[in-house]
């Protein structure tokens, strides 16, 4: 059975993968400060920032390492040098998931998988320079999924958004950017049948198609009936629509596990429906 260690297993998307893949794999992964994990014999403490994996990486010898981390990038950038260390030497596969933000230089047009990344804020120029990290391992051995804004049920973004609207919080919205969007309960669908078969390379996960980021935060807050009278600011980050959208053109995914931005609503709403996306 192959073993595998998601390291930033308590986030939302590192626990959503967990729960997805623990009944099929041998699956360990990691907490940082979510103290409920400790009585958990799979999770192990560990904080990037103070502690290195390379012990845990020798107790767990995993055949797979998923990084979901999260947080400051200087840290980030050791841990994954000794994550990509170890799984040379040893022989094991790593999926690193990246973020739409990589490409968010360019405004004019989705990115697709084999694109030029280009950013001009600090989150994504950590994402490129890990991505570039992991483009250094021989061939067959590295996975990167990029994902684009993350919602659903339970999600961070759609707490704060919950949050905002209750506190009558004017909550910033973007109607210039066109975007596509993801929840966890269908990245981690994807995620698994990349880890069945093996895939490596880049995939763009997200829906496959696009909406405005106004529109499709109008279309939750209606469908959740948070406010007849929500109230928001628009941010404009230009005069014409910008594209901050990742989409796939050579790594697709099979069309039952292609989604839609209404399926991921849908995900938000509490709607889930298996195999009509």
């Not at 020798?58 to 799984?87: M, T």
């Not at 948070?226 to 697709?252: E, F, G, Q, W």
């Amino acid at each position: 059975m192959k073993r595998i260690l998601v390291f930033g297993g308590s986030g939302f998307i590192g626990r959503a993968l967990y729960k997805e893949l623990h009944p099929y794999f041998d699956v360990y992964a990691t907490y940082c400060t979510q103290e409920r994990y400790s009585e958990n014999k799979r999770y192990f403490e560990y904080d990037f920032r103070e502690d290195s994996p390379t012990e845990l990486l020798k107790y767990i010898k995993p055949d797979l390492i998923i990084s979901a981390l999260r947080g400051e990038d200087g840290g980030q950038f050791v841990a994954h040098d000794r994550l990509i260390r170890y799984a040379t030497k040893k022989q094991a596969r790593i999926i690193f998931l990246s973020a739409a933000n990589v490409f968010d230089s360019f405004r004019h047009y989705p990115s697709y998988e084999y694109d030029k990344t280009f950013s001009e804020s600090p989150y994504g120029k950590g994402k490129i320079k890990i991505e570039n990290m992991l483009m250094s391992m021989p061939p067959f051995s590295c996975t990167i999924a990029r994902l684009p804004m993350v919602f659903g049920a339970g999600a961070p973004r759609l707490l704060e958004l919950k949050k905002a609207i209750a506190n009558q919080i004017p909550y910033e919205i973007f109607p210039n950017s066109v975007i596509n969007v993801a929840a966890a309960y269908f990245v981690t669908q994807q995620l698994h049948y990349i880890i069945n078969r093996d895939l490596w390379g880049i995939f763009h996960l997200g829906s496959n198609d696009l909406i405005h980021h106004d529109e499709f935060i109008a279309q939750l807050v209606d469908g959740l009936k948070l406010s007849k009278n929500p109230c928001y600011t628009h941010v404009y980050a230009s005069n014409i629509d910008r594209y901050i959208a990742v989409l796939p053109k050579y790594n697709k995914l099979p069309k039952y596990l292609q989604y839609t931005s209404q399926a991921v609503l849908q995900n938000c709403l509490g709607i889930i429906t298996p195999g009509k996306n």
